[in-house]
């Protein structure tokens, strides 16, 4: 976990090994795409094999495959697998058995967890343990970045951890090269997708040697810090590389604390728009200039108790939405062998419970799962592009009428196609109908007159995600569109926290994002209202785990 660092990053989708029905990805202005052309969004979780143990975490808890199943039974089609470099360059760490590390760390009750679980695996060197995480997930048609996360074992990272940059203690390039080298090999014969971090820019000729080494390597690249790299890039002729518009994604990572307290102490709307802006200059930009963008590290405390951490998250799931961005949740883990020196730490951030069991929070997952599949790129049938009127704080989205012209919030693969006109009003595309404000308090309505003030919705606040309208008359005025106590009904409301109002202002359930979208429309059913899709997938990933 590393706060806004970007840095160089490669993928090596190795030919001759091919996942089913997928062969080498490549990249096509900002979309990674498949040999078909079509986009393929990664949505991914990180799961962390870098720790002091140097095994991927939660073999103690659970078996390996019932670890992969879960993951793609969650809806995610690829994991960012971290490793250190060590454990490619030194070899007598390589060979050391899982019950040896353990042993080392006086991990008893891992070991007594790993015998249980994954009996196969206690005695197998570390590098084999490695290999058969990634051969499990590969098995499950799960994509694997290998991501090089810290050269020493060890909870990553700070700026003195001799880690950070060329010249330092642990870095040292030449053993990086090795590293690097030894990882391809090792994992040119695995059907999985494999990449590597690099963490700097690379210079002259080494970054050529990588391509040589690997003519078939998808290659994503960029430099240190959001700033370095932004003057990187704007001096760099990136383009004069002969593999540059075919091979080379760019990584971020966001999170709350990269902006320290500023989501629990400012006006949300405000630090929303401020921080939103930031990312949007040191790696949005990328974007614009049709380069693939992947946020490598985001996440949120998910119990829900960390202000800034609930804050920042509906304002960051807006942006990826918006921005139909790649991305890598941290984490998976839900608690680690050992960390910075304590056995068994929960990791709070991580989908599964601290046991491995279940999934830590169910609506965390809602949230993330509109995001699963892509919104936009080549290869979706749907044209023209339609929006869709995207709740962060809930993941769902604003269907159409139901019973009476009432309008309700629901899983975003039910939506209707919606418009948001020149004239200020969201309308049903293909009809005459449109979205209506009838007060504060009062049930938003889709009605077919669409001419007057209260039809009209205007994207306000600094956030610009409070969709506001006019209701005329006694008791009118501006009103924003809300979400009732049920959690569904679609209301508006007053207008919260616009301006002012500091670490007070809650007006996450006010935030909605209009999204462009290119999916195909799900055939509607009478069965639809009420059917969790998210809930089966719940269910099904806690039937697998027991
Ligand atoms: C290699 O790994 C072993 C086992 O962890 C360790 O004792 C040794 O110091 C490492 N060597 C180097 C050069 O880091
Ligand atoms: C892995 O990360 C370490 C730590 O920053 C770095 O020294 C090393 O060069 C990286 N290796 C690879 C193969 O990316
Ligand atoms: C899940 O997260 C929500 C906030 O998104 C929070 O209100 C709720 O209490 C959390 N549930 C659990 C079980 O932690």
């Known amino acids: 976990m590393r706060p806004f660092i970007l840095h160089v990053f490669f993928f090596f989708f190795l030919h001759g090994c091919v996942l089913q029905g997928a062969a080498a990805l490549s990249t096509s202005s900002r979309w990674i795409v498949d040999d078909d052309g079509s986009r393929v969004k990664m949505a991914c979780v990180n799961w962390a094999a870098h720790l002091e143990g140097v095994v991927a975490e939660g073999l103690s808890r659970r078996p390996l495959d019932s670890i992969s199943k879960k993951i793609s039974s969650l809806g995610f089609n690829c994991v960012r697998l971290t490793w250190p470099l060590f454990l490619a360059t030194n070899d007598s760490l390589a060979s050391l058995t899982v019950r040896e590390s353990f042993l080392r760390l006086a991990l008893h009750d891992s070991i007594v967890g790993v015998e249980a679980n994954n009996p196969e695996l206690i005695d197998a060197p570390l590098i084999q343990a490695f290999q058969a995480a990634v051969a499990s997930l590969g098995r499950n048609n799960i994509m694997v970045i290998l991501d090089n996360h810290t050269s020493k074992p060890g909870w990553c990272c700070s700026a003195s951890d001799g880690s950070g940059f060329f010249g330092d203690l642990y870095f040292d390039p030449e053993e990086w090269l090795r590293g690097l080298a030894r990882m391809a090999t090792l994992f040119s014969t695995t059907p999985a997708v494999v990449a590597m971090s690099l963490r700097n820019e690379l210079r002259g000729p080494r970054q050529n040697a990588v391509h040589a080494a690997n003519p078939n390597a998808l290659?994503?690249?960029?430099?240190?810090?959001?700033?370095?790299?932004?003057?990187?890039?704007?001096?760099?002729?990136?383009?004069?590389?002969?593999?540059?518009?075919?091979?080379?994604?760019?990584?971020?990572?966001?999170?709350?604390?990269?902006?320290?307290?500023?989501?629990?102490?400012?006006?949300p709307n405000q630090v929303c728009a401020t921080v939103a802006g930031g990312v949007m200059r040191r790696a949005g930009f990328l974007l614009?200039?049709?380069?693939?963008?992947?946020?490598?590290?985001?996440?949120?405390?998910?119990?829900?108790?960390?202000?800034?951490?609930?804050?920042?998250?509906?304002?960051?799931?807006?942006?990826?939405?918006?921005?139909?961005?790649?991305?890598?949740?941290?984490?998976?883990?839900?608690?680690?062998?050992?960390?910075?020196?304590?056995?068994?730490?929960?990791?709070?951030?991580?989908?599964?419970?601290?046991?491995?069991?279940?999934?830590?929070?169910?609506?965390?997952?809602?949230?993330?799962?509109?995001?699963?599949?892509?919104?936009?790129?080549?290869?979706?049938?749907?044209?023209?592009?339609?929006?869709?009127?995207?709740?962060?704080?809930?993941?769902?989205?604003?269907?159409?009428?139901?019973?009476?012209?009432?309008?309700?919030?629901?899983?975003?693969?039910?939506?209707?196609?919606?418009?948001?006109?020149?004239?200020?009003?969201?309308?049903?595309?293909?009809?005459?109908?449109?979205?209506?404000?009838?007060?504060?308090?009062?049930?938003?309505?889709?009605?077919?007159?669409?001419?007057?003030?209260?039809?009209?919705?205007?994207?306000?606040?600094?956030?610009?995600?409070?969709?506001?309208?006019?209701?005329?008359?006694?008791?009118?005025?501006?009103?924003?569109?809300?979400?009732?106590?049920?959690?569904?009904?679609?209301?508006?409301?007053?207008?919260?926290?616009?301006?002012?109002?500091?670490?007070?202002?809650?007006?996450?359930?006010?935030?909605?994002?209009?999204?462009?979208?290119?999916?195909?429309?799900?055939?509607?059913?009478?069965?639809?209202?009420?059917?969790?899709?998210?809930?089966?997938?719940?269910?099904?990933?806690?039937?697998?785990?027991?």
């Open 219 to 267: 290659v994503i690249l960029s430099g240190l810090s959001f700033s370095t790299d932004l003057s990187f890039l704007r001096r760099r002729q990136l383009d004069d590389l002969p593999f540059a518009r075919r091979k080379l994604v760019f990584e971020f990572h966001w999170y709350a604390f990269s902006d320290g307290q500023a989501w629990a102490r400012g006006n």
């Open 288 to 546: 614009e200039q049709g380069w693939p963008l992947l946020m490598s590290e985001f996440g949120a405390d998910q119990r829900g108790t960390n202000v800034n951490d609930r804050r920042y998250l509906s304002c960051a799931l807006a942006a990826a939405a918006h921005l139909d961005l790649d991305w890598a949740l941290w984490a998976l883990q839900g608690s680690y062998y050992i960390r910075e020196g304590t056995a068994g730490v929960e990791e709070v951030y991580g989908l599964l419970s601290s046991d491995w069991c279940s999934i830590r929070n169910a609506t965390f997952l809602q949230r993330i799962s509109a995001l699963q599949s892509p919104f936009l790129g080549p290869g979706l049938p749907s044209s023209p592009p339609y929006q869709i009127i995207f709740h962060p704080a809930s993941g769902l989205c604003l269907l159409g009428s139901s019973r009476a012209g009432s309008v309700r919030l629901g899983r975003c693969t039910e939506t209707e196609a919606w418009s948001h006109t020149a004239e200020g009003t969201l309308a049903l595309r293909d009809t005459s109908s449109c979205l209506r404000a009838e007060g504060a308090g009062k049930q938003a309505r889709i009605s077919t007159q669409c001419g007057g003030a209260a039809s009209r919705w205007a994207a306000i606040s600094d956030s610009k995600m409070h969709l506001a309208s006019q209701v005329p008359g006694d008791g009118g005025g501006t009103v924003c569109l809300d979400v009732g106590a049920d959690g569904t009904t679609a209301i508006t409301n007053p207008c919260e926290c616009l301006t002012g109002g500091g670490g007070a202002c809650e007006p996450e359930r006010q935030w909605f994002r209009i999204v462009s979208s290119a999916r195909p429309i799900a055939a509607k059913s009478s069965a639809a209202a009420g059917d969790w899709g998210y809930l089966k997938r719940v269910e099904a990933f806690d039937v697998l785990s027991s």
